[in-house]
């Protein structure tokens, strides 16, 4: 990858690679790998980034986008926050005046953030994964800019997810924890900066968390017996991967009591909060074209996957 003189953003160091469809993804930093991790064949083209939990400016977002610009269309994809969504939306109207094409897929997979009916307002948390390898599969492949959105929305239309916090984190800039909680108590459906979540409570065992979980996920969408689907358990920043196997083996054993298959699981840190500990659950269902994008290689810094 390589840095975009001036600003706070990077691309592939290919960029920008004429005739493809270019993918750009961006939001605050303090939970990487998201956002620079994702950038790569089969995955993104460019990253903006803001300060920790900050929306990048327009500016940073205008420039990364005259950056990945290849002539077939930029696609923004980024989580649903107020900043971020002012911002992207700023640069995209500067880049429609120069004559850039773009289009934007708003994740919107919390679960806990917004109820069903109005599934528009909920938050984007460890779902950007699926929604940004569907989007930079599709792009790959060297679909249109309309093909590349409509593959991206299918995704995020397919996937459903869910927090649980143990722990805070400290934002560097104030050096205070974004919320206090008792050593014995965890939060339930948090965002991933430390939004209020469903619940406080003691904590519970970690199979009667998964437990909790995963019956808000699978009614939401709702899965049914028969579904294909991916998986991902993702660490908050401070939770051994011992522990996330532990939730996972769980999530298995509830999905295949169901009869939900798994076609592909990922367990690790994927999108996290700074030094928070906890984990998320992912769903998404899969179709034939979501498998076929899932599939396909990709190689960035965060996932190497071969055919």
Do not use: W
Not at 206 to 227: H, K, N, Q, V, Y
Request: aromatic share 6%; glycine share 12%.
């Amino acid at each position: 990858m390589r840095r975009v003189d001036g600003v706070q953003a990077v691309v592939r160091v290919e960029a920008p690679i004429q005739g493809k469809v270019a993918v750009l993804i961006g939001g605050g930093s303090g939970h990487e790998p998201l956002f620079m991790g994702y950038l790569g064949k089969g995955l993104a083209d460019g990253c903006a980034v803001g300060h920790v939990f900050a929306s990048p400016s327009a500016e940073i977002i205008y420039q990364s986008t005259r950056a990945v610009s290849g002539g077939a269309g930029v696609i923004y994809v980024y989580g649903n926050y107020s900043g971020d969504v002012m911002n992207f939306d700023m640069a995209a109207e500067r880049a429609a005046e120069q004559g850039i094409a773009v289009t934007t897929v708003v994740i919107t997979d919390d679960v806990a953030s917004a109820p069903r009916e109005a599934r528009d307002q909920r938050r984007g948390i460890a779902g950007d994964f699926f929604v940004i390898k569907a989007a930079g599969a599709r792009a790959e492949e060297g679909a249109s800019l309309a093909e590349v959105a409509a593959a991206a929305t299918k995704a995020n239309d397919n996937t459903r997810s869910m927090g649980v916090a143990l722990t805070s984190c400290i934002v560097p800039a104030s050096g205070k924890a974004t919320f206090h909680m008792g050593e014995d108590e965890m939060e339930i459906g948090l965002g991933i900066h430390g939004e209020p979540g469903e619940s406080r409570q003691k904590i519970l065992p970690a199979d009667r968390i998964t437990d909790r979980m995963m019956a808000r996920i699978l009614e939401d969408l709702p899965f049914a017996s028969g579904d294909r689907v991916a998986v991902l358990v993702n660490g908050l920043g401070a939770t051994p991967q011992g522990e996330l196997y532990i939730v996972f083996r769980r999530v298995a054993a509830m999905l295949k009591q169901r009869r939900i298959s798994i076609h592909r699981s990922y367990v690790g840190e994927y999108s996290t909060s700074l030094e928070m500990a906890g984990c998320s659950i992912s769903l998404m269902r899969l179709d034939q074209e979501l498998t076929r994008l899932l599939d396909q290689p990709c190689d960035s810094a965060c996932l190497v996957q071969t055919a």
